[in-house]
């Protein structure tokens, strides 16, 4: 999902908060102990994840490492550690927890950018644009079959967590590919998608940092719930950086969701209103349904859309979803951690990239 051209506005205009990069230091006081130790857990997650996926042959060692190297904002990992900084984080299984998260999310990638036809991701070529779907396909399959090793060191209980969680990843996809059923409202079942698809995993990146701290169980729910929320906003902030951004600084290709025909939030809204009779919606509608195989055909459909009040609607909603992450965590302590879950969902919706 992705960006666009120098003269829309950036998802920095439309809000009141500058756009932060997801990092420890972006959502912990700078110089305090746990932003050094968030960054020392880190590099220790990074080099857990390259040995993990290491294999003995050249092409599945190569497109294993392929993502993995090309960076990413490994959010879900950092989620993993916050959440044990309640219990004892530096207990070994919460390594692998991190790491577990980050290859199915990275699995999810390799999948969804054969199912996009995505040319890019992470600034990189995309997996399947180097070595076809079929090598793509099983290179997730394998980044999951690695996961689901750590997972199994872990007890029986990570691997059902994780069970229960990757079928929610692919019911969502399932469900975004299938399209609403006859009465459900087209924009509550995308909401509904994006809880599975993404929220999903980062509210089991909670509870995985949680259980496997031993930090008090009472957290546990109101850190999913969090988790859901803020991963329900962190997409809905993707699908305005597939409007307004500059895909240089996202790494994604430009206008992917409008030229797939991804039917994203901002795209609803301009439906819904077209369908009340808004006449700049309609013309909009219009112009989305026209053949966006060109690039002129995609700017001209991208700006109308950015400057249509429905896109304006959709950074509101995703503002919404981050305070409703926010208000999930009043039974959470107070304190430094509580302090960086907000501050990460307040920067999930503001980021540029």
Known sequence: ??????????????????????????????????????????????????????????LPDEACHHLLRAGGKRVRPLLVLLAAEFGESDRVDVDRAAAAVELIHLATLYHDDVMDDA????????????????????????????????????????????????E???????????GPADGIDPIDHYL??????????IAAAGEFGLRYSDAPGELIAPLRE????????????????????????????????????????????????ARAGDAAAREVVALL????GSDAALERARQALVAHPATARA????????EDAVAALAPVPDGEVKDG?????????????
Do not use: C
């Not at 993707?238 to 992917?256: E, N, Q, W, Y």
């Not at 349904?289 to 966006?292: A, C, G, M, P």
């Not at 879950?341 to 990239?353: G, K, Y």
């Open 289 to 292: 349904e026209e053949d966006l």
């Open 168 to 178: 929610r990843l692919v019911l969502g996809q399932l469900h975004e590919f299938t």
């Open 1 to 58: 999902m992705t960006n666009a051209a120098e003269t829309s506005p950036t998802p920095v205009e439309h809000g009141t908060r500058e756009a932060r990069p997801l990092t420890p230091a972006a959502f912990v006081q700078a110089d305090s102990a746990l932003a050094e130790r968030l960054a020392d857990r880190l590099v220790r997650i990074e080099s857990l994840l390259d040995a993990v996926v290491e294999q003995a042959s050249a």
């Open 119 to 166: 040319p890019m991701r992470r600034g990189a070529p995309a997996a399947h644009t180097v070595w076809g779907n079929s090598v793509a396909i099983l290179t997730g399959d394998l980044l999951f079959a690695r996961a689901s090793l750590l997972t199994s060191q872990m007890g029986t209980a990570a691997v059902r967590l994780q069970a229960e969680t990757f």
């Open 226 to 273: 969090y988790g859901e929320k803020v991963g329900v906003a962190f997409q809905l902030a993707d699908d305005l950086i597939d409007l307004v951004s500059d895909g240089a600084k996202s790494g994604k290709t430009p206008g992917t969701d409008l030229r797939e025909g991804v039917a994203t939030l901002p795209v609803l809204y301009v439906r819904q209103d």
């Open 192 to 201: 509904e998608v994006l809880g599975d698809k993404t929220g999903s995993l």
């Open 341 to 353: 879950l907000v501050e990460f969902a307040r920067s999930a919706v503001t980021r540029a990239a």
């Open 315 to 322: 950074r509101r909603a995703a503002e919404a979803w981050a």
